[in-house]
C-alpha cells in the first residue's frame, strides 16, 4: 500500500478511514399500461471521504502539520488524487475539517474529495 496523495501534497499517514462511493443516476418513467421503465443516465462523479489524525511530539508541530494540509484542501483547483491501494483521478476537494483536543498534539481531520470532469483510472 502507498501513501495517499492529493496534488503535490503526501498524507504523512494514510487516514484512518478512507471511504470511496459512486454510482449511476437512475431515471424512471410511468408507462401506462406498462409500468415503471428505469433508464441508466450514465456515472455519477466518485467520492472519497477520508478520516484522520495529525500528531507530533508537541502541538506547534502538529499545528504546523495541520496547516499544510489545510493550504493544500484550500485551493479551489483540481488535483490528482492518489489512493493508497491504487487509482487515481482528478478531484477537487469539497470539505475539510478538523478537531483537536488536550494538549493538541494530535489533531483529527476528515476531508472529501469529488471527482472532477475527465476523472482518470
Not at 492518489?82 to 494530535?106: E, N, T, W
Request: glycine share 10%.
Amino acid at each position: 500500500m502507498t501513501a495517499m496523495q492529493f496534488g503535490s501534497y503526501v498524507f504523512p499517514h494514510n487516514p484512518r478511514k478512507i471511504e470511496l462511493s459512486f454510482s449511476n443516476s437512475i431515471a424512471t418513467h410511468l408507462q401506462p399500461s406498462r409500468g415503471v421503465l428505469s433508464q441508466n443516465l450514465g456515472k455519477r462523479a466518485r467520492v472519497v471521504r477520508c478520516e484522520g489524525e495529525l500528531f507530533a511530539a508537541t502541538a506547534d508541530a502538529a499545528l504546523a502539520q495541520l496547516n499544510t494540509l489545510s493550504g493544500a484542501c484550500s485551493s479551489s483547483a483540481a488535483a490528482t488524487l492518489y489512493l493508497p491501494a491504487g487509482g487515481q483521478f482528478s478531484a477537487y476537494v469539497s470539505r475539510f475539517g478538523f478537531a483537536a483536543q488536550g494538549d493538541g498534539r494530535i489533531i483529527s481531520y476528515y476531508v472529501e474529495f469529488i471527482e472532477c470532469e475527465g476523472g482518470g483510472s
